[in-house]
């Protein structure tokens, strides 16, 4: 089981990878479900740590429909990760229809070649996950896709998460969020069959 602490900051970050954690998911402003986290942080962050460090890539709070110029920001983002030795990047586009983004989110997932993508709840927005994760099993580049099923928690969202799972097969791994923590980690993961799980309290910090 690969359990990813979401933080931001270093210290959280080290105090993570000292708990147990597998991976981390660096972010900014929590708060707001994690935006890109500052330059200097990834690069601190990807230097210390003995773990994969993913880096969100998300220009503002809000929806995930993006314009040319949040586009590019993005494609400035990614190459930030690269340059400071980030593991993967973490995103996610929808459409005005809440559907997924295919054009776009195929663009960045080339883009950030050869780094892996993580598609991340955006997918929570859809009205069918299973069917979001249809739409994704196409776009080469991406490898995981951060999910609650749709719902505000894992234990809400577990059938929809097992659905999500069955469609994903061999080809992607469904990486289960939505207040995980390391007390209902082994519960979340029975009711799931998830080998991955994601929350800010995954491990103790």
């Known amino acids: 089981?690969?359990?990813?602490?979401?933080?931001?900051?270093?210290?959280?970050?080290?105090?993570?990878?000292?708990?147990?954690?597998?991976?981390?998911?660096?972010?900014?402003?929590?708060?707001?479900?994690?935006?890109?986290?500052?330059?200097?942080?990834?690069?601190?962050?990807?230097?210390?740590?003995?773990?994969?460090?993913?880096?969100m890539v998300r220009p503002r709070p809000g929806n995930f429909i993006y314009s040319e110029n949040e586009i590019d920001q993005m494609k400035n983002d990614i190459d930030l990760a690269k340059k400071s030795?980030?593991?993967?990047?973490?995103?996610?586009?929808?459409?005005?229809?809440?559907?997924?983004?295919?054009?776009?989110?195929?663009?960045?997932?080339?883009?950030?070649?050869?780094?892996?993508?993580?598609?991340?709840?955006?997918?929570?927005?859809?009205?069918?996950?299973p069917e979001g994760v249809r739409s994704l099993k196409s776009i080469k580049g991406i490898k995981r896709i951060l999910t609650s099923g749709g719902k505000a928690t894992a234990r809400e969202g577990a059938a929809v998460i097992r659905k999500m799972m069955e469609v994903a097969g061999e080809d992607l791994i469904i990486l289960v969020a939505g207040k995980v923590t390391h007390k209902n980690l082994e519960e979340i993961k029975q009711l799931t069959g998830a080998k991955e799980l994601h929350g800010k309290k995954i491990v103790p910090i």
């Open 85 to 129: 030795g980030a593991a993967g990047v973490v995103f996610g586009l929808l459409t005005a229809n809440n559907e997924i983004d295919i054009p776009n989110t195929q663009l960045l997932a080339e883009y950030a070649r050869p780094l892996p993508v993580t598609f991340h709840k955006a997918i929570d927005v859809l009205k069918n996950p």
């Open 1 to 55: 089981m690969i359990k990813e602490a979401c933080v931001e900051t270093l210290q959280e970050a080290l105090l993570a990878e000292k708990n147990g954690a597998g991976r981390i998911e660096l972010c900014a402003d929590l708060s707001t479900g994690g935006l890109t986290p500052p330059a200097e942080l990834l690069k601190q962050a990807c230097s210390v740590l003995k773990i994969p460090v993913m880096a």
